[in-house]
């Protein structure tokens, strides 16, 4: 086991800007004045879903979802494993923040469309209730994921959010990823300013 390079570029700065896009538009939620923030953030956190469904499918090794296709008695063990202070290493994504992340790909596009349809007045109550319910649920599961990131850095004695930051983890040198691949995070980067400028047409 050694630092090896598991998380590329684009996966890497997609995490950070649905993370920030999300925690923007949480906290502008309420606020008049910060609407068209609040609309800025929905719409850049829809560009990077709809990124990471893209790059889940054409991305390296361990960004793709079959690398993290698991089935719910992979996460229950997972989860057993981490309960008996024994954890199983895993080089990816483990089996439980494996079905967070579909979670948060399932909710975004629900909370960003919904939301368009609130703010257009388009569906009435029922795209405002679908919108805060959506949204609700997406501010749960990222509490699980955060609590899942702090239970697994401190029982596999690694730091996860820097790992997300440099993209190095530990693992075994056959597993590691040859390329950051760059130039997607760049497309993705292009891709999230064009989500923000078109967001004041919506």
């Known amino acids: 086991m050694k630092q090896i390079l598991v998380w590329d570029a684009p996966t890497r700065l997609g995490h950070w800007l649905l993370a920030g896009a999300f925690a923007t538009a949480w906290l502008t939620s309420e606020s008049e004045s910060w609407k068209n923030v609040h609309v800025a953030a929905g719409a850049l956190m829809v560009a990077v879903a709809l990124f990471r469904i893209f790059w889940g499918f054409v991305g390296s090794r361990h960004a793709r979802f079959a690398s993290f296709a698991y089935s719910p008695a992979s996460a229950l063990q997972y989860l057993r494993s981490l309960a008996a202070r024994r954890p ?4 990816g994504h483990n089996p439980a923040g494996s079905y967070a992340i579909f979670l948060l790909l399932a909710l975004t596009p629900i ?3 919904s ?3 609130a703010y257009n007045e388009i569906g009435g109550s029922m795209s405002e209730e679908l919108h805060e319910g959506a949204a609700t649920a997406m501010l749960l599961v990222v509490a699980i994921h955060l609590a899942g990131v702090a239970v697994g850095s401190l029982l596999h004695r690694e730091n996860l959010p820097r790992a997300m930051v440099t993209g190095r983890k530990q693992g075994d040198p056959t597993e590691a990823i040859t390329a950051a691949r760059i130039g997607w995070a760049l497309v993705l980067s292009a891709w999230s ?3 923000i400028w078109l967001s004041a047409f919506l």
């Open 111 to 113: 909370v960003g469309v």
């Open 193 to 195: 300013g064009a989500a």
């Open 88 to 91: 199983e290493h895993f080089t």
């Open 115 to 117: 939301g368009w349809a």
